[in-house]
């Protein structure tokens, strides 16, 4: 069976840079009763999610926390079921994509045109594979497709030896998610009000924001400017998650509706191999296994602030002796760091009862875009063959 031990890690911090992490943690773990470790068996692994880099406000708090902890256990029960990461990760976006108040899948932000286009991606750490997909419309949980096509890539090659495909978009992303048996949405049923009321309100800027141009109205531009100062930080991003599984894999996944009033057809970050997401197994070459996903505006240097999210994990095999050859221990190193005014985080282990959440905010004064908050900790997975009495 598996036992867990939990260490917060030094929380945010203007304008500096993230703490190093130790290179090994204490090795105690908590006391546990006959009764506990029967109840719990082998449960095993563990998973980080986030619901998006931006402001979270505080009417909304309970919500954000709410769907970030059923994330997390969506994941945990397919761990517990036997499941890989990769499979655990996808359940675990599924969930933050059919929230209402997550800019991914259902509810996500309006383009130009009106209409929702997803983005989303997924990477193995054990084999490397990837698979994404980009601008995609009626598809209720693009993550799904992202799986598919990943998973479709294992088999090999097609028949007259093609290469299947790991990054599709549009309407082909459409089409092959539907042949292989993922259900469509109509786009229309994706929206929510608030989304909608969102769009309407982006499109009235829009006309302002054209009027100054031509000159219209120098008090116009003035509202305008003062209307995106209050409301830019409102905006949330991309979701995530990452994940560790018995075998000690990990698997990364994210999942974006884009920027509002977004140019049809434009592929966000979160579609990007290396850029929404990553996972890697340790290696000859490489101790931890190592799993990311990334949230938040381009880091451009054309851009005034750099407004950004991120999730990390990092495990190896424990180093230190185990009183028995049969024990092994994964050590679980986990942080998230964000230069936007607040990210909703959530995590659980295996043989956690519920999911801990947490909304992140900037210290006070601190000013979003150039200022960073980081937190995190640690837990240790004691794997220990159950006995049959």
């Known amino acids: 069976m598996w036992r867990v031990m939990e260490t917060p890690l030094n929380c945010a911090e203007e304008q500096q840079p993230p703490p190093a992490l130790p290179a090994s943690w204490s090795t105690v773990t908590p006391q546990e009763s006959p009764a506990d470790r029967n109840d719990k068996g082998n449960a095993v692994g563990f ?40 499979d655990a990760v996808t359940a675990a976006l599924v969930e933050l994509e059919d929230s209402p108040f997550t800019n991914a899948g259902m509810g996500s932000n309006l383009n130009l045109s009106g209409e929702i286009e997803c983005d989303a991606s997924i990477m193995d750490g054990k084999s490397l594979r990837y698979g994404a997909v980009g601008a995609v419309s009626g ?30 978009v549009g309407r082909g992303a459409h089409d092959w998610a539907v042949n292989h048996g993922i259900p469509p949405c109509p786009s229309e049923k994706m929206a ?31 509202r305008r400017q003062a209307s995106e100062t209050e409301n830019g930080s409102g905006l949330l991003d991309t979701v995530g998650a990452i994940v560790v599984d018995r075998e000690g894999n990990v698997a990364a996944a994210v999942s974006s509706g884009g920027l509002a009033m977004k140019h049809p057809g434009r592929v966000g970050q979160a579609a990007h191999h290396g850029c929404g997401c990553w996972a890697e197994n340790t290696s000859t070459l490489n101790p931890y296994s190592t799993a990311v996903s990334t949230s938040g505006s381009p880091f451009l240097a054309s851009e005034d602030c750099v407004l950004g999210g991120v999730i990390v994990l990092r495990c190896c095999r424990c180093s230190d002796a185990q009183p028995s050859p049969d024990i092994q221990a994964i050590l679980v190193e986990f942080l998230w760091s964000h230069t936007t005014e607040s990210m909703c985080v959530g995590y659980m282990s295996a043989q956690d009862g519920k999911a801990k959440t947490h909304i992140s905010r900037l210290p006070p004064g601190a000013v979003a875009g150039q200022s960073l908050a980081i937190e995190g900790g640690v837990c240790r997975l004691v794997n220990t063959p159950t006995t049959v009495d």
Do not use: W
């Not at 998973?47 to 709410?66: M, Q």
């Not at 998973?151 to 090659?157: F, I, L």
């Open 192 to 222: 929510t009000k608030f989304s909608l009321s969102a769009y309407k309100r982006n499109k009235h800027k829009m006309e302002l924001a054209e009027k100054v141009d031509t000159g219209f109205n120098h008090h116009s531009k003035k």
């Open 47 to 86: 998973v980080l999610v986030h619901a998006g880099a931006g402001y979270h406000s505080e009417s909304k708090a309970k919500e954000y926390k709410h769907v970030c902890k059923r994330a997390c256990q969506r994941a945990v029960d397919r761990l517990k079921a036997g499941a890989l990461a990769v």
């Open 139 to 168: 598809i209720n949980n693009p993550v799904l497709v992202a799986n598919r096509l990943l998973s479709e890539a294992q088999k090999g090659k097609l028949s007259a030896g093609r290469i299947p495909p790991c990054f599709l």
